[in-house]
């Protein structure tokens, strides 16, 4: 009989109702069928790496890559505190730059004429001569400062990019320790009591950027104001020209621009805004425009045909996986991936992700923190089948899977043209491409765990499974190995109620349909396949076939 081997990465939170599982590979329907076809589906091998750049050959301190960016056949990469451009073959162009590192990624971000940069709680431009940290416009007045705290008297307030910055009050310099509202502000190392008139120059600092319709908007840290730029014109700002999140009082955590739209982000609820051409301030919110949904990982967002989609929490429970219908927040994780979202306190929080099309395929790929898997999602599978569909990635280091390697993305068509990413956790920057089938000469580990073998209970006496998958192209064959668990996907390969790992194989090179089978695999009421491929050849998982006898009892 047939078993499915064709599926998605969908562990239940009882692996004795489901244990799938889909490592670096992933479901492909067969599109109008021929009636000959083997089967409905297939799952493909996801795409390789080989190393394109070590950025760290340019320059030492170009490490980790933070956020890549390219327009027009021109590349500009973030690594580490440094900013730069890179042609073609990997080579700089022009100068290296400097930027402020938090160990976060980074917002590059064009107007047609500029790159607005958001590094390390600080905003930038570079209009061709290298990249200019943002100031605002000075400011002046008279503050009463008693030690550490300083109240507005009169002359202009206090913007939030003092924080951090020097104010000179009565002469003497101090330093902006926290900006509590535009009336007050603590600085050290304070003074006596006095009314004492000041200066100061604030900094553009901002969360995250975003562009719409000519206008460069940032969210301002720690509070729910967000900026706006000069129309087409990044180092223009004025502390004049903002807008409030105004229908709940949670902080911004982002901004993010769905042409015509404007979201703003916050912890707790999200808001719609889109441009009026109002001549006062050109932002209004949208009638309705409100959710009560937060942005839950600051770096989740992702654009996937005209949509928002993102890692959504706030005040109602766990982190989930949304897309935006406006402001109207759409599931599109499982309950199952939610889960294993959530499997750490702050994990979820940890979402970094890109999108990207290729082979027909539109998929948003989520990494989070330390070792774990990346999570992948198929909007394309997603919605042919009718139902979410993700499957996993990481790397093979030959002895575990670990964290996968790209974190950040670009396509660039002239470039012949090439998918671009970079390792957040080096100075490396590869191409990405699905005829490679190797990490940078590494092998890559396959993993599919089957759904359930389960007939109403009863015993089933396993004579004989075979697998049907392609493994040509490879100079070395692949090594397939077949393992199971018959105690509820608790344990596979070893101990009480599994099966001993069993090698198949080698497979024979260069031939594009080959069998692996296995036989003697004793009886189970309930048992759960795995296959496990390890190689460097083009793979796709074509059918499973089990020869069985069903007992009666």
Known sequence: MKIPLIGSSNPAFSTAVSEQQSMNCYVETIQTPAPESKNKAVLRGRPGIHLFKDLTTIDAGATPVRGIWSGAGRC???????????????????????????????????????????????????????????TLPGLSGVVNIAGANVTWVSGDTFDIGLLGQVMTIGGVGQTVTSVINPNFVTVTPGAAP??????????MNAGRGAFLD??????????????????????????????????????LKGVWSEPPLLYLLGSETLEVWRNTGNASFPLERVDGGFARVGLAAIWSCVSIAGKLHMLAGGTYGQTIAVRMDGATPVPVSTPAVAEAFNAAPSLAASGTSFSYVDRGHWFWVINFGASSKAWVYDATESALQGQP????????????????????????????PKHIVGDAASGKLYEMNSDFFDDDSSDIRYVRALPYVYIEGKRVIHHRIEFELETGTAATPPVVTLDWSDDRGQTFGTGAGVGTTRTLGPGVTATYSTRYWCVGLGSSRGRIYRITITGQGRLALIDAVLDATVCKS
Request: aromatic share 14%; proline share 5%.
């Open 389 to 416: 569909v993700w499957h996993q990635r990481a790397a093979w280091n030959g002895a575990t899977l670990g964290s996968y390697v790209p974190w950040f993305h670009t396509f660039i068509p002239e470039w012949g």
């Open 194 to 203: 006095a009314l004492l008139g000041w200066t100061g120059t604030p900094i």
């Open 76 to 134: 500009f990469v973030a690594a580490g505190t440094k900013f730069f451009e890179i042609n073609s073959s990997g080579a700089l162009v022009g100068g290296v730059s400097t930027i402020a590192n938090d160990g976060n990624p980074v917002d590059i971000i064009p107007n047609g004429n500029q790159l607005f940069i958001v590094s390390g709680g600080t905003s930038y431009y570079n209009n061709g001569a290298g990249v200019t940290a943002i």
């Open 214 to 251: 000519g206008y460069y908007i940032v969210n301002r840290p720690s509070s729910a104001q967000f900026n706006i730029s000069g129309l087409r014109d990044g180092s223009s700002w004025s502390q004049l020209d903002f807008g409030i999140k105004e229908g709940y009082p949670d902080a």
